[in-house]
């Protein structure tokens, strides 16, 4: 059976919490921010040991850790497309999920039972229709690029049949446009 978090410094009203993670990403220590959280208990009715508030801060800071290099991961991915189509931004998202979710089913090994399973499965196969979905549409960008440079060939050979020379020159920028179109798109 798996064990549940249930931080102290999480049954503080709302206001009171994100006081809390701000203070603890500004680096105030842990018993500093607990006798804070202690003067306010006859409001709350809840008392804290700077041990509680380790823990919690601990966890907090962790996840805003991996909340950063998932935020790096997806500007690279983003950059490294350039001038690629509007599905970098998916793709990007589909990578950081996977990481994420394979992040999530290793760290917890044995511990997700029943619902918990079911539902990291059911993003996990979400994200890879996602996938799929984007590889298709790519699939049918490249397609359709290739079926217009071959009609523009088809109608460039028909107009400068008398211009052997001219005609070579268009096809060679026009091998050039499908290139880097396809590029863009890879």
Partial sequence: MSRRKHSKVLQLPEEIVEAVNKQLTSGIPYRDIADAINKLTPETGIEVSHMAVQRYGKDFLGRLERLKIV???AKAIIDSHGDG???ALSEAANKMALSIIMETL????NS???ESLTAVMRA???LQRSSIASEKLKF??????SKAVAEVRAGLQEELKND???HHRLLEKLSQ???NLLAAAN
Avoid: I, M
């Fill in 71 to 73: 935020n790096e991961q």
């Fill in 85 to 87: 189509p509007d599905t």
């Fill in 106 to 109: 290793l760290s917890a090994q």
């Fill in 112 to 114: 997700l039972e029943g």
């Fill in 124 to 126: 996990l196969a979400q």
């Fill in 140 to 145: 049918q960008f490249d397609k359709g690029v």
């Fill in 164 to 166: 052997p020379d001219l």
């Fill in 177 to 179: 446009v499908e290139a």
